[in-house]
């Protein structure tokens, strides 16, 4: 080789190495964009899925918001179907309406705004704009076209919607360059509805339910201030106190049944009315409604019939003394032997110690019933005006404890008597030698033995007589009749221990006995007419809550009707437990007060209350009666809200300033009762006399 | 220097030229493959986050809660408080448009109007807090709800528009946007009747569309 220069220039390996780098970089170039590409379709897909999620979800939204609509709707007037079925129907169909109507916007919406998202409804329908309730209850849900809604209770009442969409709807999403198109099918879904409707619901109904207990607290508030008044000597009945027991009946039926009232309401109502009646409410809590005891009065009756029961053994043991001195006479007469005398003589004997032992056991009887009484008087009326009764007297006559004591007194020392004679007569028969020296002091024997069980057991004169007069009682006495009184006389037997016998006894335990009976025929009346008061008192923190809240000077907001104000602001609950917010709406009219015992039949309404003695236990009971009649003016509105839950965006009023601006509300249960009209007997019996003030 | 001389240098020079040239070539198409992947990440992360949005609920965040001041009353017997708790955090963005649509004649908001703005201003704050927490020290982001203006008549028009954001710098790259759209809750009828009480209209020039738009911009730090 002549030229020993290089095999090739330079700038022939440079421009190789130039070409080499371009090849390189082509490549590379060409592996990112195909890299870049895939990831692009990678990227296209998670952002359809994600619209299409999107979508779907938004058609949960829209679900949720038809279902407030048509809780809000059907709720404001949930008294105008006949069942929970029917009420729960209605929600259904106007969900599924509403529903409808934002999907369709929704649909038109999207193809607007975002072609690449379509949602398809296979024919969707179209609804008037207000529909009726029949257009969707005629209609089956199983209906092809239409979206059906099922309203399924959740935990602790709140709801939960199905929602079944037609057949074959479909969120269709594609891409850009609609290389990637997506098809996803969206029928089924459920939806949580954040009101506690259910739990609404179920405590309205059981509102309604229990709507008598209103009734019955009322009347054991009338009871309670009633009693109060009467045993302080003084009763009046009035409208503004009726007023105000009946207000308070009602919140405490709210109160029992939703854990709170419309108390703000009560206290506003109140402001205007008898608050006496409140204050005496509570502080006479402790005021005994019920100052009868039937068991009390039939205890007692018992221990008298005790002492009755004893007096009949006596009278046959009597008669047996009679029959064995009348057998030993005889045998003595008839010259029989000694022994046999003897023995019959014994044997009345002890036939007298028993009817001593007799005696001493209706002395017990009555003193056991006496202490009965002295037991129970503590802070008893009655027990003590009974107890004061039966043993103390500032009359001409003693009273019955006394009576019997001295009776009692009066037939032991005949017995003692009697029962000498006959042990006199024994030790004459065992001196003697034998029993026909003994001619006349056998027959004196038997005149005297006949003549002291005569006396005992002789009917018994009265000592003593007194007049006076006996209205018809509460249990026979009957509107219809004649409720003039009827005249009657008392008899006292016994004034000393010489009056003492068993017939004078037992017609004084008698007269005791008829008198507690008629106190136990008052007693029973009493409990009837106080029948369902168990359990219908006014509940403390009721009362509570008030006194809380007639402190409350709210202010005034005239733009707003109370429940306009209730539904932006729902009363806090006095319990927080189910946590309801109550509304109200009652105006009472007239109260009536129709006075129909005797006394206020024949003299009017002011009248003294009807006395009823009852003489022979020298107790009076005072007796007055009414028919107290309460009428609302119009059908009361009671309103319920789901405190906890102020879900619902709505205008805070509609058609006013506010325009589109909303608030967040509580569902609102609304009912209207159909009751106008409350009635009892309001019966007062008082061991104390009182006077009555009424309007005649 | 001869010719010799001077090939050889010029055959040197055109050698060095080429050799730049490559690795101009080279540099210049070297893979930025870090920006890339930041990118799709922050895309993912929004898309998850927009997702969250529509499926958490704000009791599971929290709880949130706010006291309206819109009807400036105060009763005694109630404090007036709102629990959302069950609501998702997508429907708090859209319940505070529905209770704050404003409608706006000649560039102004008419009077008189009493939008719920303690509502709007818990719900920021309250989203704010949450975005923070999900999104918080990986990327700087921006919300923006906004519904299509609904133009009633040349002058007229209802909107709204919020926005919440974790910084004010906007000179910086984007690392990506994602939007969903939600259905306003208001038929058609409703919204009329409800600018009816306010501004007259007939109900032909009324359009709406419903629609509101959630976007969600991420920015690397």
């Known amino acids: 080789m002549k030229d020993k220069r290089g095999f090739m220039p330079f700038s022939l390996a440079g421009f190789f190495l130039l070409m080499l780098v371009l090849a390189m970089v082509a490549y590379t170039t060409w592996s990112r964009h195909q890299l870049a590409t895939n990831t692009i379709e990678d990227v296209t897909c998670e952002s359809l899925l994600t619209?299409?999620?999107?979508?779907?979800?938004?058609?949960?939204?829209?679900?949720?918001?038809?279902?407030?609509?048509?809780?809000?709707?059907?709720?404001?007037?949930?008294?105008?179907?006949?069942?929970?079925?029917?009420?729960?129907?209605?929600?259904?169909?106007?969900?599924?309406?509403?529903?409808?109507?934002?999907?369709?916007?929704?649909?038109?919406?999207?193809?607007?705004?975002?072609?690449?998202?379509?949602?398809?409804?296979?024919?969707?329908?179209?609804?008037?704009?207000?529909?009726?309730?029949?257009?969707?209850?005629?209609?089956?849900?199983?209906?092809?076209?239409?979206?059906?809604?099922?309203?399924?209770?959740?935990?602790?009442?709140?709801?939960?919607?199905?929602?079944?969409?037609?057949?074959?709807?479909?969120?269709?999403?594609?891409?850009?360059?609609?290389?990637?198109?997506?098809?996803?099918?969206?029928?089924?879904?459920?939806?949580?509805?954040?009101?506690?409707?259910?739990?609404?619901?179920?405590?309205?109904?059981?509102?309604?339910?229990?709507?008598?207990?209103?009734?019955?607290?009322?009347?054991?508030?009338?009871?309670?201030?009633?009693?109060?008044?009467?045993?302080?000597?003084?009763?009046e009945l009035s409208e503004s106190c009726s007023k105000t027991l009946f207000n308070l009946a009602w919140a405490n039926h709210e109160l029992k049944t939703f854990g709170s009232a419309d108390y703000p309401a009560v206290a506003m109502r109140l402001a205007g009315l008898d608050m006496g009646a409140l204050a005496g409410l509570i502080s006479g809590a402790a005021i005994r409604v019920k100052p009868f005891c039937v068991n009390d009065v039939q205890v007692m009756i018992r221990y008298v019939d005790g002492g009755i029961q004893d007096l009949d053994g006596i009278r046959a043991e009597l008669m047996d003394v009679n029959k064995c001195v009348e057998y030993a006479i005889n045998e003595a007469q008839e010259n029989s032997s000694l022994e046999n005398v003897q023995l019959k003589l014994g044997s009345a004997i002890g036939s007298v110690d028993r009817i001593l032992e007799k005696v001493q056991e209706v002395q017990q009887q009555f003193q056991q019933l006496l202490d009965y009484i002295a037991s129970k008087r503590g802070s008893d009326i009655l027990m003590l005006r009974l107890y004061n009764g039966l043993t103390s007297s500032d009359k001409n006559y003693p009273p019955p404890a006394r009576r019997i004591s001295v009776g009692i007194e009066g037939v032991e020392s005949k017995l003692l008597e009697l029962k000498g004679q006959i042990e006199t007569f024994a030790q004459l028969i065992q001196s003697s030698n034998g029993l026909e020296n003994l001619g006349n002091s056998i027959s004196q024997l038997y005149n005297h033995v006949v003549a002291s069980v005569h006396d005992l057991l002789a009917e018994p004169m009265p000592k003593y007589t007194e007049s006076y007069e006996e209205y018809p009682d509460p249990s026979t006495y009957a509107l219809e009749n004649d409720p003039s009184p009827t005249p009657r006389n008392a008899r006292i037997y016994i004034m000393e221990p010489n009056d003492g016998t068993i017939g004078t006894l037992d017609a004084t335990l008698k007269d005791v006995k008829t008198s507690l009976e008629r106190m136990e025929d008052v007693a029973t009346d009493v409990e009837l007419e106080q029948g369902g008061l168990v359990g219908a008192e006014i509940d403390g923190e009721l009362t509570q809550a008030l006194l809380g809240g007639l402190d409350m000077q709210s202010e005034q907001h005239a733009e707003?009707?109370?429940?306009?104000?209730?539904?932006?602001?729902?009363?806090?609950?006095?319990?927080?437990?189910?946590?309801?917010?109550?509304?109200?709406?009652?105006?009472?009219?007239?109260?009536?007060?129709?006075?129909?015992?005797?006394?206020g039949r024949l003299c009017g309404a002011s009248a003294p209350p009807t006395p009823i003695p009852l003489w022979f236990i020298d107790v009076t009971l005072y007796w007055a009666q009414w028919e107290v009649t309460l009428e609302l003016e119009n059908k009361p509105i009671e309103r319920i809200f789901d405190f906890p839950n102020q879900t619902i965006p709505r205008s805070p009023l509609d058609g006013d300033e506010f325009g589109l601006a909303k608030i967040h509300k509580a569902l609102g249960y609304r009912y209207e009762l159909p009751r106008k009209s409350f009635s009892f007997t309001l019966v007062i019996i008082s061991p104390q006399y009182f006077n009555i003030d009424a309007n005649d | 220097m001869d010719k010799r001389g001077q090939g050889y240098a010029i055959d040197m020079l055109v050698f060095a030229l080429m050799v730049a040239l490559a690795c101009s070539i080279l540099i210049k198409a070297s893979p930025n493959e870090s920006n890339a992947l930041n990118d799709r990440y922050a895309a993912n992360l929004a898309t998850s986050v927009l997702q969250t949005f529509q499926n958490v609920t704000a009791g599971e965040v929290g709880g949130f809660k706010y006291k309206p001041d819109i009807l400036g009353l105060l009763v005694p017997w109630s404090s007036g408080e709102r629990d959302l708790r069950y609501k998702t955090l997508a429907q708090l963005l859209v319940e505070d448009m529905l209770c704050n649509l404003r409608v706006e004649v000649g560039g102004r908001d008419i009077v008189p109007l009493k939008p719920n703005q303690e509502f709007d201003r818990q719900v920021r704050k309250f989203l704010k807090a949450t975005l923070d927490e999900i999104i918080g020290g990986r990327f700087d982001y921006s919300l923006v709800a906004r519904t299509n203006p609904i133009d009633f008549s040349p002058a007229a028009r209802v909107h709204f528009e919020t926005s919440i954001e974790s910084f004010r710098d906007n000179g910086r790259l984007q690392a990506c946007s994602e939007t969903v759209r939600m259905c306003l809750p208001i038929t058609q009828q409703e919204l009329l009747s409800n600018i009816q009480d306010i501004y007259p209209i007939t109900n032909s020039r009324l359009e709406p569309e419903t629609l509101v738009e959630i976007t969600l911009s991420l920015w690397s730090k």
């Not at chain 1, 048509?70 to 007037?77: F, Q, R």
């Not at chain 1, 209850?137 to 309203?151: A, V």
């Not at chain 1, 997506?182 to 509102?207: G, H, S, T, W």
């Not at chain 1, 709406?585 to 005797?598: H, M």
């Open chain 1, 51 to 235: 619209t299409a999620a999107g979508v779907q979800s938004d058609l949960q939204h829209i679900a949720r918001y038809a279902t407030y609509r048509a809780l809000w709707e059907v709720c404001e007037n949930a008294d105008n179907y006949d069942n929970d079925d029917s009420r729960e129907n209605m929600i259904e169909c106007l969900a599924a309406k509403y529903f409808m109507d934002y999907a369709v916007a929704m649909q038109q919406a999207y193809k607007q705004v975002d072609a690449r998202v379509e949602l398809e409804f296979q024919n969707p329908p179209s609804f008037e704009s207000s529909p009726s309730s029949d257009l969707f209850l005629d209609q089956p849900k199983t209906h092809e076209n239409l979206s059906s809604f099922y309203l399924h209770q959740a935990e602790n009442g709140y709801a939960l919607m199905e929602v079944r969409l037609q057949k074959q709807t479909r969120i269709r999403v594609s891409s850009w360059d609609n290389r990637i198109k997506l098809a996803l099918p969206c029928e089924n879904f459920n939806v949580f509805i954040d009101c506690r409707y259910f739990l609404l619901q179920e405590r309205m109904d059981k509102f309604i339910r229990q709507f008598d207990d209103i009734r019955s607290s009322w009347k054991w508030a009338e009871y309670a201030v009633a009693w109060g008044e009467a045993l302080a000597g003084r009763l």
């Open chain 1, 560 to 599: 707003f009707d109370r429940e306009q104000l209730y539904e932006l602001l729902p009363p806090k609950p006095i319990r927080p437990q189910p946590g309801i917010s109550v509304f109200d709406e009652l105006d009472i009219g007239d109260v009536r007060y129709k006075r129909v015992d005797p006394c």
